[in-house]
Nanobody, 122 residues
Framework: QVQLVESGGGLVQAGGSLRLSCALS????????VGWFRQAPGRAREFVST???????NYADSVKGRFTITRDNAKNTVYLQMNSLKPEDTAVYYC????????????????WGQGTQVTVSS
């Protein structure tokens, strides 16, 4: 069984930065792709970014150039560095895991964390 725990959310002013962490336990971390998704109030959950087991990455257009996803296999952790934050980035951010290859659809991820709140004030 794979367990995922997100951390690093909080309140930040527009233009600021946050770094989210996703710690994975229960399986061989290096074999898993990890994705970040977010859900704002009243909206569907949407893809943000993903990194494959081989560190290939993909980003939603809305965050390209502002967010960076990385992984540290020694720490079993994936990071999402979020810069130049905007009020529209306010959401609960979830990390999710699947074997090997990256994917942008949430249905392709069988394992999910509980989420961490990110609030960007204007």
């Amino acid at each position: 069984q794979v367990q995922l725990v997100e951390s690093g959310g909080g309140l930040v002013q527009a233009g600021g930065s946050l770094r989210l962490s996703c710690a994975l336990s229960g399986r061989t971390f290096s074999a898993y792709a990890v994705g970040w998704f977010r859900q704002a109030p009243g909206r569907a959950r949407e893809f943000v970014s993903t990194i494959s087991w081989g560190s290939m990455t993909n980003y939603a257009d809305s965050v390209k150039g502002r967010f960076t996803i990385t992984r540290d296999n020694a720490k079993n952790t994936v990071y999402l560095q979020m810069n130049s934050l905007k009020p529209e980035d306010t959401a609960v951010y979830y990390c999710a895991a699947r074997l090997f290859d990256l994917a942008t659809g949430e249905v392709e991820y069988p394992y999910w964390g509980q989420g961490t709140q990110v609030t960007v004030s204007s």
